[in-house]
């Protein structure tokens, strides 16, 4: 069965890097698409970014240039998040996710478990 | 890319029905569709309920049902029971490999 498995919480200070793994099983890693998602607590899902697990097509929003980067190793199937200059309200939790197939990139059927991540001085 | 303005909040009784937007502009919602509704339990991570604005994948019932009119999405929960209550978030693609999300509302079940 398909898995996403996200790496573990976080604790880091204001200006610091976060760097979050998403390790995918059960399906072919090349053939989708992941997207990355975060929910602040309390708040809304918003989306960050999408990359192809075969390819180096990467998108994301805009809000987030310069500060993320998303990359990948087929190797382990693994896809990676790191996002820069943490602020306190970069504080989220912050989920992968692969596209359902055969639909476009547009909608996100298998999820990791999420990976919270804690900004504070 | 702002949130996609939703309710922040929807109630409904057992077996009635309840009705959720989602407002966007013609460069996201009325623009394509790639309209699409998450369910989210408490402490949980979002579950697909439906894509290409009234499509279910396998294993969402038929009780979820979506629709879209210009620039608003609509998501129709009917027979509501007490597992519907969670919070739901539509979605669109926005152009150019960019997706929004809308604000989430709430759903209790009274």
């Known amino acids: 069965q398909v898995q996403l498995v996200q790496s573990g919480a976080e604790v880091k200070k204001p200006g610091a890097s976060v760097k979050v793994s998403c390790r995918s099983s059960?399906?072919?890693?090349?053939?989708?698409?992941i997207h990355w998602v975060r929910q602040a607590p309390g708040q809304g899902l918003e989306w960050m970014g999408i990359m192809n697990g075969g390819g180096s097509n990467a998108n994301q929003a805009q809000k987030f240039q310069g500060r993320l980067t998303m990359t990948r190793d087929t190797s382990t199937s693994t896809v990676y998040m790191e996002l820069s200059s943490l602020r306190s309200d970069d504080t989220a939790v912050y989920y992968c996710a692969r596209v359902l197939a055969a639909t476009g990139n547009h909608y996100l059927e298998y999820w990791g478990q999420g990976t919270p991540v804690t900004v504070s001085s | 890319q702002s949130a996609l303005p939703q309710p922040r909040s929807v109630s409904g009784s057992p077996g009635r029905s309840v009705t959720i937007s989602c407002t966007g502009t013609?460069?996201?919602?009325?623009?394509?569709?790639?309209v699409s509704w998450y369910q989210q339990l408490p402490g949980k991570a979002p579950k697909l309920l439906i894509y290409?604005?009234?499509k279910r994948p396998s294993g969402v019932p038929d009780r979820f049902s979506g629709s879209k009119s210009g620039n608003t999405a609509s998501l129709t929960i009917s027979g509501l029971q007490a597992e519907d209550e969670a919070d739901y978030y539509c979605s669109s693609y926005a152009g150019t490999y960019t997706w929004v999300f809308g604000g989430g509302t709430k759903l209790t079940v009274l």
């Open positions: 059960g399906y072919t890693f090349t053939n989708f698409y």
């Open positions: 013609s460069s996201d919602v009325g623009g394509y569709n790639y």
């Open positions: 290409d604005v009234n």
